[in-house]
């Protein structure tokens, strides 16, 4: 049920082949669940003119996510996305994502993230520590 409430505030629409999803280097407001159609991720050289990229990646995988890190995280786009063949995206806004995601951690969700990764990092470590005390003592 909570799933489906999320679902409801997703934008559908409809792309067609050329359209641009999103550009390198801008904002990162929004991401993009691919449901149809085929698209090209592509990376520019940090800095370069707009030449040869430095990787160019086709996807065509339904269901994908694209652009969730610069949404979430508040940083510039990572890569170009170019619809290749027209197809349908359903495209959440930083928004609508900041009003799930905040009530439940009541602060910045790459903070609760961060703090969750070094969390884990720590019990892994502990457990490394323990398993070689183990070895040294058995």
Known sequence: ADVERFVVNFLRRRVQPGEALCRQGEPGNTAFV???GRYEVIVHPPGAARGAPLLRRERTVDDVILG??????VSPRSADVVTLEAGEIWEIRRN????????RYERNPIDALAEACLERLHRQ???RRRQQGDRENG
Do not use: F, N, Q
Request: one cysteine or more.
């Open 34 to 36: 691919i449901k149809s």
């Open 125 to 127: 470590g502990l457990r």
């Open 96 to 103: 609508v994502l900041d009003r799930r995601l905040y009530p």
């Open 68 to 73: 969730e890190m610069s949404c979430i995280s």
